[in-house]
């Protein structure tokens, strides 16, 4: 959609969906021109384990993204569906172990 001159758009995609596995590191994404990120967690049970946000600040493009640059950002322990305005560079999921399928969905946002 067109605001005066500047494009507005959103991506969305699913970080991981599948089966309970002890746990569980999602795809990264670069995500440092969204101005939003909505994020919703569903699992095949009613009960959810933990569901954390990570964020990198590390460029990423030239060079590998070191494992101890990833910084907990958010944690939910419920699910439902959230949003974030604090946005990082790059981005991943992380959740601890659970009996139950898992799925992500995610909506980056761009524009003004």
Not at 12 to 36: I, W
Not at 95 to 110: A, D, G, M
Request: no cysteine; net charge neutral; hydrophobic share 40%.
């Amino acid at each position: 959609m067109l605001i005066g001159r500047i494009a507005q758009y959103s991506r969305s995609t699913t970080p991981y969906s599948g089966l309970a596995e002890s746990a569980v590191t999602s795809n990264v994404f670069l995500t440092v021109d969204a101005v939003m990120v909505n994020y919703s967690w569903i699992t095949s049970s009613a009960t959810a384990s933990r569901l954390t946000v990570q964020g990198n600040e590390a460029d990423g493009l030239n060079s590998a993204l070191n494992e101890s640059e990833w910084l907990d950002m958010k944690g939910v322990t419920a699910l439902g569906y959230y949003s974030m305005t604090t946005i990082p560079r790059w981005m991943r999921f992380q959740r601890t172990p659970s009996n139950s399928s898992n799925t992500i969905f995610l909506s980056l946002h761009f524009g003004p």
